[in-house]
């Protein structure tokens, strides 16, 4: 699937450094959606841009900082992380923000926080 | 809000045999309804899904679901199961009347030669 891509696909840091996640979307879509995926627990929904306007926070701690300049990126900037937000980083598209759009997603980033 | 179960955390078919993942829903009107499955180190890709009309939906992989309203569910069915179909599995459940969309927590499926 090459709709969606994810850079990078693996990321050690540690508790102090600041880096940024990077999803890009080939599809013509509208909406970006990132989520995260622990080891034994649901998806979770973290932000949702529509239009390039945040549309939904769904209580991310403020380490979790999300860009996106245009419809086509989306970046989740990161700083002072704890070990607990080890995860995979899971980004989506989808035409709308409706709950009928399917979604597409990338291949995620897998993230280590020592 | 709507909610999603899926009552199985890990099912084990043998190559071959038929399987069957449950999905449950909460919801006040008929949903949107979806099927998505992750093979290990990769994203979402979508099987299939319900928006309307016929019950009985087909998917990608030689997939189908069938939902029933009267059980608020959405079972994934595969006639004959494949050493690749091993995989987790995610039912998700969209709203009708704005943005939400939750997924459930994932059923893995282990396959035996």
């Known amino acids: 699937e090459t709709g969606v891509t994810q850079t990078p696909r693996h990321l050690v840091m540690g508790m102090t450094n600041k880096k940024s996640l990077k999803c890009e979307q080939h599809l013509g879509h509208n909406a970006m959606y990132w989520y995260k995926q622990s080891a034994k627990k649901p998806l979770e929904l973290m932000f949702v841009y529509s239009l390039e306007e945040r549309v939904e926070n769904n209580s991310v701690p403020s380490r979790f900082s999300p860009e996106c300049p245009n419809s086509s990126h989306l970046f989740l900037h990161l700083h002072t992380l704890q070990p607990e937000d080890s995860a995979l980083y899971l980004c989506?598209?989808?035409?709308?923000?409706?709950?009928?759009?399917?979604?597409?997603f990338g291949p995620g980033t897998r993230l280590t926080v020592l | 809000a709507q909610s999603v179960t899926q009552p199985d955390i890990h099912i084990t078919v043998s190559e071959g045999a038929s399987l069957e993942l449950r999905c449950n829903y909460s919801?006040?009107?008929?949903?949107?309804l979806f099927w998505y499955v992750q093979s290990p180190g990769q994203g979402l890709q979508l099987l299939l899904k319900?928006?309307?009309?016929?019950?009985l939906v087909q998917g990608i992989k030689g997939f189908e679901a069938e939902f029933k309203r009267s059980q608020s569910s959405f079972n994934l069915r595969k006639p004959s199961v494949h050493w690749s179909d091993a995989a987790e599995y995610f039912c998700a459940v969209g709203a009708r009347n704005g943005q939400n969309f939750v997924f459930g927590p994932g059923t893995r499926l282990s396959v035996l030669p």
């Open positions: 319900y928006f309307s009309g016929d019950t």
């Open positions: 989506a598209s989808s035409q709308g923000a409706q709950g009928l759009d399917t979604q597409y």
């Open positions: 919801y006040g009107a008929t949903p949107y």
